[in-house]
């Protein structure tokens, strides 16, 4: 299924959440002088506007980062990609968390990104593929083909948009294969949460089979009447020192 456009979505509560998060975990890791492998398997194209038709019919941007933005400090990496997104391509701007990546690795730091839409693949092809290896192909195939990736360092972006439905109950398997492959790797997987409670089962399976993982969620309420995401979450495999409170941090921040 290929009919999710995030563009409607971009900027909102969720991708606050899992982009300053990302942005953190890149930052952290980027201080040591030692390359770095993210990857990334459902990278979307990159780089989104926040004045089109698409994110006004929404509201979403609106009610995210358009009104939470000075609530991050200037120095925070999620703060600094958006400020670099928007330098070189307008104030309209927003990154998708390839090129929040982009913008906080360095060029010594091998970047891999899968994307299946057609449409979306090309404008990611157009943005990154002068910085990054990338794919159209299934992104999670791709990733349990290259890994433990070189440098064995590094970060892995899960971002589905559970459009298929059996990614809840599949994904748990296919989360402890690449830790199984790349057991250094810091793996983050994100996930809506949803009034129905339907992304419950899937972290508690992954949460008590993988003793590396750690769940960090943040709640808010829904953005339209009929909404039914009231929340985001990630699960995160060798999350770095320090992130615990870091997302307790930003879940505070984006409740509002």
């Not at 703060?79 to 330098?87: G, S, T, V």
């Not at 070189?88 to 701007?93: D, K, P, R, S, V």
């Not at 913008?103 to 990611?124: G, I």
Request: glycine fraction near 8%; hydrophobic fraction near 45%.
């Amino acid at each position: 299924m290929l009919s999710y456009q995030h563009g409607y979505h971009a900027g909102n509560l969720a991708d606050m959440h899992k982009h300053a998060l990302l942005a953190w975990v890149l930052d952290y890791m980027a201080a040591k002088d030692k390359p770095l492998s993210y990857i990334e398997t459902h990278a979307g194209r990159a780089l989104y506007r926040l004045d089109t038709e698409e994110a006004r019919k929404t509201g979403e941007a609106a009610a995210g980062i358009g009104r939470l933005e000075q609530a991050f400090a200037p120095t925070h990496p999620y703060r600094r990609a958006i400020d670099m997104a928007r330098a070189a391509h307008g104030i309209a701007a927003y990154p998708g968390s390839p090129l929040i990546a982009a913008h906080l690795l360095r060029q010594s730091d091998r970047m891999t990104l899968a994307e299946l839409h057609p449409r979306e693949f090309a404008a990611l092809q157009a943005l990154m593929g002068a910085r990054a290896r990338v794919e159209r192909r299934d992104g999670l195939e791709l990733a349990l083909s290259i890994c433990p990736p070189m440098p064995r360092r590094g970060v892995m972006m899960i971002d589905p948009s559970y459009e298929v439905k059996t990614d809840y109950t599949t994904l748990p398997d296919t989360i402890s294969a690449l830790h199984r492959k790349w057991n250094v790797g810091v793996i983050l997987l994100w996930y809506p949460v949803l009034q129905s409670g339907v992304q419950a089962a899937m972290v508690e399976r992954i949460a008590t089979s993988l003793r590396d993982a750690h769940v960090f969620e943040a709640r808010f309420a829904p953005i339209r009447e009929g909404h039914r995401m009231i929340g985001s979450g990630l699960v995160v495999l060798n999350a770095p020192w320090g992130m615990e409170d870091e997302a307790h941090r930003v879940a505070e921040l984006v409740a509002g």
